[in-house]
């Protein structure tokens, strides 16, 4: 009763002592039937609650209303400005989740929907649209008041990533399974299409070229916010999520096929390690097959943004002076060579004292070098309980350097094939560039090195990415995707495994969406490998990791079409001989 809940967790969960009704407090249930970008929601939100009643008032200024002020009361337990600052995004986004779930469930549909290849067949034949696609309308608001603040470091596909917290969290709940980040994408109000090349721009650089000049008369809303006359301008943008259902709805009965398969206990030739789908509860935990386990989709991003501090008067940065390493990868052969001239050119660098971001083995730092900023990366962590060693640090970043430009090479010889090929493909990929870094003199705070380690500090140096990740792939976990870049790495990796000879598997393929050039790019980081000798480094499960890629990759059309071995009857001609040697060795 005192506690403010739903049955679909709707509530602020606090504890109101002199709740008079079970279910929401008053404050909630109010927000709960408002939508997000009313007025209303807004003044609503704002109105102080009475932490005995639960009870919103819009000119409260003490703790308690007058009512329960008058009455003794027992200290709340647990009441204070912690609990309340604790639950307060909570409270808000449930709120935002509560009112889109409304939309997506109680909304009337109207006329037949036509920009939708379905739209166009049922008005044909004068039939209803089904529910084919599900257009959610929100509205993302630039709020700095000044045009020279516009040029936010905020990408779309950030926003993206953040909004789908929200629409998962009552969309799981209604389909049993949360949308992934292929199944949806941001559309112009009215179903307009974002230009090619643009979708992942900044907030500020969409706004510049949508909501501005000549573009302004076709992509703004036509129910723009009106402003009171005097106030400040206010930069706004109608977006809509679009929602591809048709390739959910295939996504969740693959998957189920595939657990039912992998519960059957079919005597026979095992391929129980092939799913449809993967999971990783956290972008960045330790890469091993336990962490993907059969299930719907991705689970609701942690990501929270970051927010910046003012730091007047506080060092958070180091100058270094440092030397670039010579790499060169031979275009005939793909080998790698890493070479430290003694000779080489110093340059001046600002390397940030705190890290940026951390995955299971490496921490990120910010380093900028003249006007190029990058990120830095060191291990902290290579399987050991030992700190990591100078030496060590070295070692393992040369095989990640080395990992970056064999998939470089690799790519670049597959696109080169499959256009001889006329095989149709995902042009639209890459890998990160890099490159390493020797700190010249003592080393810096950033790199935990004791101050005996001189000229002992390795940095592998890659340029900025935005923080939207995408996966395809795991460590030993190689999803059957549906979609053409699904198909196109997938594809990829069979091609290395075959070109290299079967001597190695790129495995643990992820990258961030960005705008190169004219076109949306997938720029492919931190690839993983698996070799028969087990040292191309971290990660790299040998022999085992190999297998383990034969008996989940699923051939598709580019596979064929680059007349590529199908790797299931080479995996069925191995278990063959396997038998035949047993039977051999027990004659």
């Keep these: 009763m005192e506690i403010c809940d739903s049955e679909a967790g709707d509530g602020c969960g606090l504890f109101f002592p002199r709740k008079v009704s079970p279910g929401l407090c008053a404050k909630c249930s109010k927000l709960a039937s408002l939508d997000e970008a009313s007025p209303d929601y807004a003044q609503w939100k704002a109105y102080r609650q009475c932490e005995s009643c639960g009870i919103a008032w819009k000119n409260l200024a003490s703790p308690k209303c007058g009512r329960c002020s008058s009455t003794t009361q027992q200290p709340v337990p647990g009441d204070n400005t912690q609990d309340l600052a604790r639950t307060a995004i909570e409270t808000s986004r449930a709120a935002r989740s509560h009112a889109m779930d409304a939309r997506l469930t109680k909304q009337p ?13 049922s008005a044909k034949n004068s039939m209803t649209t089904g529910e084919n696609k599900i257009f959610i309308k929100v509205e993302c608001r630039i709020k700095s008041p000044a045009k020279k ?16 917290i929200t629409l998962n969290a009552h969309w799981a709940k209604q389909e049993g399974r949360a949308l992934i980040r292929d199944e949806v994408e941001f559309r112009w109000a009215g179903n ?21 000049g000549e573009m302004a008369l076709y992509y703004q809303s036509e129910t723009r916010t009106k402003k009171a006359a005097g106030s400040r301008p206010q930069f706004e943008m109608a977006l809509e999520i679009y929602i591809d259902k048709p390739a959910f709805v295939i996504r969740k009965r693959k998957l189920l096929q595939a657990v039912a398969f992998n519960n059957s206990s079919i005597p026979g030739r095992k391929r129980s390690a092939t799913t449809s789908e993967y999971r990783e509860d956290v972008p960045h935990q330790k890469r091993h097959a336990s962490a993907y386990a059969v299930s719907g989709g991705v689970p609701p991003s942690t990501f929270v943004r970051t927010k910046h501090a003012s730091n007047s008067g506080v060092d958070t940065s180091t100058v270094i002076q440092l030397k670039k390493a010579h790499t060169t990868c031979d275009k005939e052969t793909g080998e790698v060579e890493i070479g430290w001239p003694e000779n080489g050119q110093v340059y001046e660098g600002l390397l940030g004292k705190e890290v940026f971001a951390s995955g299971a083995t490496k921490n990120v ?34 095989k990640e350097l080395i ?20 095989v149709e493909f995902s042009a639209d990929v890459t890998v990160s560039d890099g490159f390493l870094i020797c700190e010249i003199g003592e080393p810096s705070p950033a790199s935990s090195l004791p101050p005996c380690e001189r000229d002992g500090a390795i940095w592998l140096i890659e340029p900025c990415r935005t923080k939207s990740v995408q996966k395809f792939s795991g460590t030993m ?3 059957n995707r549906h979609d053409k870049l699904g198909k196109t790495l997938a594809a990829f990796t069979h091609f290395v495994y075959e070109s290299s000879g079967q001597e190695i598997v790129i495995a643990d393929i992820q990258g961030s969406p960005m705008s190169i050039g004219d076109s949306d790019t997938l720029v492919i980081f931190d690839p993983m490998s698996h070799s028969h000798s087990s040292d191309s480094g971290i990660g790299d499960h040998g022999p085992e990791g190999i297998k383990t890629f034969i ?23 191995a278990e063959k001989e396997g038998e035949d040697d047993q039977e051999d060795s027990e004659a």
Aim: aromatic share 12%; glycine share 6%; hydrophobic share 35%.
């Design 403 to 422: 990992r970056l430009k064999t998939a470089a090479w690799f790519l670049n010889k597959f696109k080169s094939y499959a256009k001889e090929c006329g």
């Design 551 to 573: 008996a989940q990759h699923e051939c598709n059309y580019i596979c064929k079409g680059l007349k590529l071995v199908d790797l299931l009857d080479e995996d069925a001609r």
């Design 365 to 398: 730092y910010k380093l900028s070098i003249g006007s190029d900023h990058y990120v830095a990366k060191r291990f902290f962590e290579i399987g050991s309980d030992a700190e990591v060693t100078a030496s060590e640090n070295k070692d393992h970043l040369e």
């Design 192 to 212: 307009k299409i974002f230009l090619p090349g643009t979708a992942n721009n900044t907030v500020g650089e969409v706004y510049n070229l949508y909501q501005t």
């Design 477 to 479: 976990v190689y999803p």
């Design 149 to 164: 603040d516009q040029k936010s470091t905020d990408f779309d596909c950030e926003v993206l990533d953040d909004y789908l």
């Design 109 to 121: 549909i109207t006329a037949p929907t036509l920009h939708t290849t379905a739209g166009l067949t």
